[in-house]
């Protein structure tokens, strides 16, 4: 089920679940990834889930059923081919969710679109961190192929100076 | 062909612009949760807008 949505600023939504729960939606440009020249990289999108009232919301499909269906809203617009979802270790409730959204979108009716990921594991003298970005790209974008290169080469760059490997 | 999934392995720290990036990410976060307005405005965020638009949503149901 998809909860009732508002669209408060063009890159901007909030929703209320069943339960009451409070969520914000937000699109933005993640100029801190995309450092380096690229043409279509501003066609990609970070999106930012929040639940504004429970740090540890309980767990309701029709959450990320609504973000999949503001996610389509939102991409409607020719000026956005695709959207970044990130996931940082530390961050343990966005990557619970993060598994959450690669499910529901494998459900969902976002069929012009295509799920990517790369994942960095640095491995430091006491731990290993990890980072992973996913991404939903439009197929059906005009620049759908420079999109998605454009997201695989961007940590590329801050890496290229490391010793690394591709599993 | 490009791979759906890719996994790399660095030999290092995280880079400083990782960490940076890591950095900013988790503080929007915070600021979200916190309902702080003066951090949330240096992310184009309005609090009132979201809370208008919240009870918007709740006098409906």
């Known amino acids: 089920m998809v909860y009732e949505y508002l669209r408060i600023k063009d890159n901007q939504f909030v929703f209320l679940t069943k339960n009451d729960k409070e969520y914000y939606v937000g699109f933005e440009f993640s100029s801190q990834y995309f450092t380096h020249s690229c043409s279509q990289c501003h066609k990609i999108y970070e999106i930012i889930i929040e639940c504004l009232n429970d740090d540890n919301p309980p767990f309701d499909a029709g959450t990320m059923t609504t973000v999949m269906a503001i996610i389509q809203e939102y991409t409607s617009n020719v000026s956005v081919g695709a959207v970044m979802y990130k996931c940082y270790d530390e961050d343990g409730k966005g990557c619970k969710r993060e598994a959450h959204f690669e499910r529901t979108f494998e459900n969902s009716d976002l069929t012009n679109f295509e799920f990517y990921s790369q994942t960095f594991e640095f491995d430091t003298t006491n731990d290993i961190k990890q980072v992973k970005y996913n991404l939903i790209a439009s197929s059906t974008h005009e620049n759908y192929g420079e999109i998605v290169s454009e997201f695989y080469d961007a940590p590329n760059y801050w890496v290229s100076d490391y010793e690394y490997e591709e599993e | ?61």
């Not at chain 2, 307005?37 to 240096?42: G, I, T, V, Y």
Request: charged share 40%.
């Open chain 2, 1 to 61: 062909m490009m791979k759906r999934k890719r996994i790399f392995k660095v030999k290092s720290d995280m880079p400083d612009q990782l960490k940076t990036e890591r950095q900013n990410h988790l503080e929007l976060y915070e600021a979200l949760k916190a309902k702080n307005n003066d951090k949330l405005k240096n992310f184009g965020i309005d609090l009132k807008a979201i809370k208008d638009g919240l009870r918007v949503l709740k006098n409906k149901g």
